[in-house]
């Protein structure tokens, strides 16, 4: 197909191909789109139209192309929708998981020797340094160290099971 062919054929068929589409899908946007593409697959395969036969064949692209498109948009839509349905239970089952962990380090908490939680609460919750907590509880670095040390080990080894 020549390229005036190819002009006369757009120029003549464009805006009723859109139009057709339009009124079958009420989307000017994706009418738009796929009457272009209907011009691009006739272009790309240098397809021989008669022109006088040229706009039933013009419809029966659109109709075809169309169809391609909701079908893939039908398929894309159950995909996501499991996705987001796989993404519910994950998040459920995360947010249990947490709940759950959560319990245990309280309890874990309680059950630590009352020197080691001071400790480890100083340096987790008020981020306070070492140093900082040895000043306040009039101990030496080395013995923070010691107790963070054993606090860590026991909240590990409860925790992780």
């Known amino acids: 197909m020549s390229r005036e062919d190819f002009k006369l054929l757009f120029d003549t068929y ?3 191909i859109k139009n057709y589409l339009f009124y079958r899908i ?3 946007d994706i009418a738009t789109d796929i009457t272009q593409d209907v011009f691009v697959r006739i272009w790309e395969k240098q397809m021989k139209l ?3 036969n040229a706009k039933y064949m013009l419809y029966k692209i659109a109709r075809d192309m169309l169809v391609s498109k909701y079908r893939r948009l039908e398929v894309e839509n159950k995909y ?3 996705m ?3 993404m519910t239970e994950v ?3 995360n947010d249990f998981d947490y709940k759950q962990l959560k319990l245990k380090y309280e309890n874990a908490l309680i059950k630590l020797p009352d020197k080691q939680r001071t400790v480890f609460l100083m340096s987790r919750m008020e981020e306070l ?3 900082e907590i040895a000043e306040r509880l009039d101990i030496s670095i080395k013995t923070v160290e010691k107790r963070m040390s054993n606090a860590l080990f026991y909240l590990r080894k409860v925790l992780t099971v």
């Open 91 to 93: 998040v459920e089952d």
């Open 50 to 52: 008669d022109m006088n």
């Open 26 to 28: 009420g989307d000017i």
């Open 14 to 16: 464009f805006d009723a």
């Open 84 to 86: 987001q349905f796989e």
């Open 129 to 131: 340094k070492y140093a």
């Open 80 to 82: 996501s929708q499991r």
